[in-house]
Structures are given as C-alpha cells and as structure tokens.
C-alpha cells in the first residue's frame, strides 16, 4: 500500500508541476528566470544543437511538459537564453537605481562587449546559423531581436527627451547600429581575432558616445 501510494503521490505531483509550470512557493518569473539560467547551463556545456527540453528540465528541477508552459517551444526557450544575456542589460542598469544616464548605459555596456561576446560568440553564431534553415527559429529570433531593439529604442528616446542624446538622431538607425556592433563583436569573438586593449576600446566607445551627444554638452 505504501508503494502505491507513493507512486500516486509521484502522479499527482508530476500533474501539478505540469499545470502549473512551476514548484510550490515559487513565482511564475522565478520559475522563469531558474529556467533561462538551467538552458544557458546546458547550452554552453551542450551547444545549441546538442541541447534538449529533457536536460534542461532535470537541470531546472521541472518535467519536460511544465517547460512549455513558459516557452511555446524549444526554438523560443533556447533563444530567449541566449538573447537574454544581450541587450536586456540596457534597461536592468537603468532600474538599478544608481541615477546614470543613458549615455553612462550605453558606455557600461559598449566597454565590456568584448569579454561578453568571448562567452555567448559561438552560442549566438550557432542560433544566427540555425535560423538560416529553420523558418521556426528564424522567426523566434527576429522576434526576440525586435523586442531588444524596442526597448534600446525606448531608452534613446529618453536619452534625446532629457536632452543627453541628439535628438537630430534617427532612432531606430542608431539603435541598428548598437544591434550590429554588438553582433560584430560576437563573431570576432567566435573568429578568436587578436584582442584589442582595453584602454583604447574604451577610447573608441567614448567617442563614439561623445558623437551622439548634442554639442556643447559632455556626456
């Protein structure tokens, strides 16, 4: 009696965990966030292609079924992990508090794009290139792409309304240009070309910024 009612206790938790996407006394964005951190894991022990829901869900601590109540499918999991590490950096610095201005932002983040990309260049080159040949997760990715542009966008925006950014600046160009810069810097990671110190990187970003700034005003 005692096995079988183990087993049934065993149903009806793998059920719940399956219904409700998540464990007891955990939210559904903790659950979300433990799942993006188990796929990134997995991803860089596994790669892109050799990665799969079932290692992730024992990674996270999860079934398989409850995954997918978070993420409509593999494609959109495994690019949201690798997505998540990028852009989204934008606006966690400028909720974290510290009063900085979008330029310091945009300096923060263009200043350690190199030792980024040397962590997530093959990952991010392997989904570029898998989206070439799979419609799913192509459109998965231009997706996420998007969304990383319109928040970029949205904190320009602020950045020309307090008047730290030039508002004579097309937006949605400039925010193209920090989605290719940081694409560049992914695959000359993934090429292992020689590294740039990191004094005259910063160099370089500095002035970009200083480009965008409207005159007469020091970002």
Known sequence: MGLRFRRLFQVMNDWYVLRMGRRAGVTAEE?????????????????????RVSMIAREAGLTSGAIYNH?????EL????IVEQGP?????????????????VFRRIGRVLPERAGVMGPLMLELVATSTRDPEVAEVVRGEFADKEHDAA?????????????SDLDVEALTRFT??????SIVVAALELKPIDDGAWSAVIDRMLNAVT?????P
């Open 31 to 51: 659950t979300r966030s433990e799942l993006l951190a188990a796929t990134m894991k997995v991803l860089l022990a596994r790669g892109y292609e050799g990665t």
């Open 214 to 218: 409207p005159k007469g005003n020091t």
């Open 179 to 184: 989605t290719m810069l940081a694409l560049g």
């Open 154 to 166: 949205d904190v320009l925006r602020m950045g020309q309304d307090a008047g730290t950014v030039d």
């Open 71 to 75: 993420f409509a499918s593999k494609a």
């Open 78 to 81: 495994l690019t949201a992990a």
């Open 88 to 104: 989204g950096a934008i606006s966690d610095l400028l909720r974290s508090g510290d009063g900085i201005s979008v330029i310091e």
